[in-house]
């Protein structure tokens, strides 16, 4: 419309699209579908614009990323307009707090303390600042905080971490997977033996421990099976792809030839690293 100059100012920058979100949400004058959302019914696609973030990333393909980037920011801009509109905060008071939160957990760069330390001790350093600004907030137990939200992998590998720091842990990797045998024994005795239930349990047991190994390693485990997982979908189509190739489909095929054809794309991964 020719009488929204902010909104078709393409140089506007956030207060272009903070207008955009309010207009959009405009009960008389607003889209019907953006008009009936809430917290809730808006929680699961900024989830799901978050894993395609990193999605992008994991790809590498940094002209989705820059678009996907924009989905997540409309995101926080879409919560803060429903707060605004019901008087609990605005993006302003968003950025504020979070622009005062890193100023106040970087005093070695904004502050006066010395920047000449370890990245190891200023992780220390970190943790000690959000452990007090956890006791400001009345979370006194060790695991407070750590959302519920979050994915289970990540979430398993976050409590492990902060159990970890009171001294609630293994003291090396080898300890760690001596208990993976004892779960998965576990686990083989309760699908011989016990309910489908009881199965679920003993397969969580032996995720949870999974994920302190990756703990030890050094490996972030949901990292790790995002690309495990891509790693199976580029072998899976290469075996597609060459069963194609000789008029075939997979339902079509033996487990054997798919066995074989999933050796030679691990073996053409190898040749293309060297």
Known sequence: MPDDPLIHDQDAGIERLL???RRLRDPDTGCPWDIEQD??????????????????????????????LGDLLLQTVY?????????????????RAISDKMVARHPHVFGDESRDKSAEQQTRDWEAIKAAERAGKAQK???????VGLPALLRAYKLQKRAARVGFDW???GDVLAKITEEAAELVEARDRLTTDKVEEEFGDLLFVLANLGRHLGVEPEAALRRTNAKFIRRFGFVETALAQQG??????????MDALWDAAKAAERNSDR
Do not use: C, N
Not at 53 to 66: F, K, P, S
Not at 81 to 88: D, F, I, K, L, P
């Open 79 to 95: 919560h803060t307009q429903m707060a605004e509109e019901a008087g609990r905060f605005s993006f302003q008071t968003v950025v």
């Open 248 to 257: 075939k489909r997979p339902e079509d095929s033996t487990l054997d030839e």
């Open 39 to 68: 917290f809730a019914s808006i929680a699961p696609y900024t989830i799901e614009e978050a894993y395609e973030v990193a999605d992008a990333i994991e790809r590498a393909d940094w002209g989705e990323l820059e678009g996907e």
């Open 19 to 21: 207008e955009i979100m």
């Open 141 to 147: 137990g060790t695991l407070d905080g750590v959302a």
């Open 171 to 173: 003291p090396d990797a």
